[in-house]
């Protein structure tokens, strides 16, 4: 399973058995994911920060890139989810206060 991270250091800290006094904090974290790298159940993939996918909901983004995120998690617009349910929820109270 490929895990992405746009972060090099965190990337060399799993991929280096070494721990060093300064990292001593992510101790249990860092063997954890080491382990699953030994066993090759996870694969840490290094990816440029402009194609993080993830900054889509962590960071403030230019309509560009949040428009690019949007699309390769293929989510729908939420003008257009709204405004479909608006529609049904309205005209459910329309046919509740005019009755035939």
Excluded: W
């Amino acid at each position: 399973m490929p895990l992405y991270c746009d972060n090099r250091s965190a990337i060399r800290l799993v991929e280096n058995s070494i721990l060093h006094v300064r990292t001593k904090y992510v101790e249990v974290h860092y063997h954890f994911l080491e382990e699953k790298v030994l066993q090759e159940k996870l694969e840490i993939c290094q990816v440029e920060t402009e194609d993080q996918v993830a900054d889509l909901f962590t960071k403030g983004l230019n309509a560009t890139r949040f428009q690019k995120f949007r699309e390769q998690l293929k989510m729908n617009q939420r003008k257009n989810v709204e405004e479909s349910v608006l529609k049904g929820v309205f005209k459910e109270q329309h046919r509740l206060c005019n009755p035939l």
